[in-house]
């Protein structure tokens, strides 16, 4: 991870409460804790999802910090869903923002590193979104404890439009079929695991997978990988005070969830990561101008 980028997360993310906190609850379906950050402005969010396309598109071992200009157009152009000629509501709808949002406050904020950058589900021919969940990271602490992230994200102009694009499709993210679906995706790809995180031990599992049929979700519970849900919700918000935005953000999303009765499946642990934003759209489309522009990034 380039100090830079480090550096300008950090900077620009702000953590304001773990919940629950005093008077503000987490979600009942939160397993720890809910994290919510400020950022210090809306330009600043948008300089961290520029600076962090390549990270997002790109493994660490193929960054070359003596050209990441080039790194980011060979980012832009094979690895992230991004036409010049789709039309601004188009673009405005993209993926990514989110996604690249997600996998660097992951990588930074929480400390955990990336097995696969999403970067390598896209297909130019196809030019569609890249299919099942937003980031694959791992996390292996000095007990060896260890930890599969992976998550979901939504950049939307309303709190209540992202808590129902995640609530509605929740339980069949957290079912066994979906994560193992998700688990071979990354496994046929064992030639672009990122081999300085966690290589030998998804190596093993792919070997054990080419002798004969197995459950994915069971062997990861054999080896103590425990399975960790973050889900990254940035939106607009406009209320006077920051604790009346996560107020707001919290009582929306648990009135979302209490329309569900929640399957999960997998054990995954859940965590809501809330970031209030002053305009998604504004932040979006300085995202989009700098790609237009090729702006030197950090």
Request: hydrophobic share 35%; net charge negative; proline share 3%.
């Amino acid at each position: 991870m380039r100090d830079a980028i480090n550096n300008l997360i950090k900077s620009t993310y702000i953590l304001k409460y773990k919940l629950p906190e005093s008077d503000i609850p987490k979600t009942t379906i939160t397993t720890l804790n809910d994290y919510c950050y400020e950022p210090i402005s809306d330009n600043s969010v948008a300089e961290s999802i520029y600076n962090s396309i390549i990270d997002y598109c790109l493994n660490e071992t193929e960054i070359d910090i003596t050209k990441l200009n080039e790194n980011q157009i060979y980012a832009i152009e094979n690895r992230l869903r991004y036409l010049s000629e789709d039309s601004l509501d188009t673009q405005l709808k993209y993926g990514f923002f989110g996604e690249t949002l997600l996998n660097i406050i992951l990588e930074v904020l929480f400390n955990s590193s990336k097995i696969i950058a999403k970067g390598y589900f896209y297909s130019p021919v196809e030019k569609s979104e890249p299919k099942g969940y937003d980031c694959f990271h791992f996390v292996e602490s000095d007990t060896g404890e260890k930890e599969f992230w992976f998550g979901e994200s939504k950049m939307y102009k309303s709190i209540s439009l992202a808590t129902k694009s995640v609530i509605d499709n929740i339980n069949k993210s957290l079912s066994k079929k979906y994560y193992e679906s998700n688990l071979r995706v990354i496994l046929s790809r064992a030639n672009d695991l990122d081999e300085t995180n966690c290589t030998p031990l998804f190596l093993d599992i792919l070997y054990k997978i080419k002798q004969g049929p197995i459950s994915l979700f069971d062997e990861f519970k054999n080896n103590n990988i425990k399975v960790m849900y973050p889900i990254l919700l940035a939106y607009d918000d406009s209320s006077t005070s920051y604790k009346g935005k996560i107020t707001n953000s919290v009582h929306k999303i648990q009135n979302k969830i209490d329309q569900i009765s929640l399957i999960n499946e997998i054990g995954a642990s859940i965590i809501f990561i809330l970031i209030p934003m002053g305009s998604v759209v504004n932040i979006k489309k300085d995202v989009l101008k700098w790609i237009s522009q090729q702006k030197s990034i950090l």
